[in-house]
């Protein structure tokens, strides 16, 4: 009897932490890219396009969602992207994709219209950071603390 116990004790175990399969598809990322080209992104979509991330569209694939499974927990990398119209609708719709799998979906890095489409859904927020968006093009460095004045 002891040993059927252990048995079963260590299956639930592993059960339990087991990580879910979720496989990468080459078609899907350059889906995902081809959007992100045709309509642009956030200011951090440029990691929606690293190795290792997957991707949920839409029924048209007009929108685009990035993510990680991470344990149980779908994080998003940024706001989802494609045709501006579906955006909205792309966080109802990867709420509904991640309840099917038994994932708990965490938009991370997003908007103020994506917080407020999630918030429609009853999700709660919080802002941790905010990004610095520094325009390239008027960047100059001048002025006395940036002259050089030779060695010291």
Known sequence: MGLVFWAVAL????????????HADAEDAALARALLTEYGGSTLSFIS????????????GRAAVPYRVIATVALTTGDPFGEPGARRRAVAGFARYCDTRGWTPCFYSVSADAQ????????????VAEDTVVPLPDLAFTGKKWQSSGPR
């Open 49 to 60: 396009t690293w190795d290792g991330n997957h991707y949920w569209f839409d029924g048209g």
């Open 11 to 22: 299956t639930a175990l592993l059960v339990a932490f087991r990580r879910p399969v979720v």
């Open 116 to 127: 407020q489409a999630a918030e429609q859904l009853g999700w709660r927020s919080l802002q």
